[in-house]
Nanobody
Framework: QVQLVESGGGLVQSGGSLRLSCSASGSFFSRYAMAWYRQAPGKERELVAAITSGGSTNYADSVKGRYTISRDNAKNSVYLQMNSLKPEDTAVYYC?????????????WGQGTQVTVSS
């Protein structure tokens, strides 16, 4: 498993931008798929964006065209660039590492970082 630490959250006005970072420690980071999830108060945690070990990406419909996920295996890091932020993007954002097809024993979560978008 890897250990994950998120950073970069904060308070931003509607229409603004933020860049979240997730730093991983442990072995074989490049073999992990990575994802960003978010959880708003009173709502279930939802997938925002994911990137495979090979660099393929997918996004939730609600963030397509506004968010970009990327990774830098040399730095053991994954990023989420968030543009054109809306108040409904307000949530705690979590980073997840996983190995598709190998089971939940490879799943790791960060502690989360708060993103608040004011109207």
């Amino acid at each position: 498993q890897v250990q994950l630490v998120e950073s970069g959250g904060g308070l931003v006005q509607s229409g603004g931008s933020l860049r979240l970072s997730c730093s991983a420690s442990g072995s074989f980071f490049s073999r992990y798929a990575m994802a960003w999830y978010r959880q708003a108060p009173g709502k279930e945690r939802e997938l925002v964006a994911a990137i495979t070990s090979g660099g393929s990406t997918n996004y939730a419909d609600s963030v397509k065209g506004r968010y970009t996920i990327s990774r830098d295996n040399a730095k053991n890091s994954v990023y989420l660039q968030m543009n054109s932020l809306k108040p409904e993007d307000t949530a705690v954002y979590y980073c997840k590492a996983y190995r598709p097809g190998l089971g939940v024993r490879y799943d790791s979560w960060g502690q989360g970082t708060q993103v608040t978008v004011s109207s």
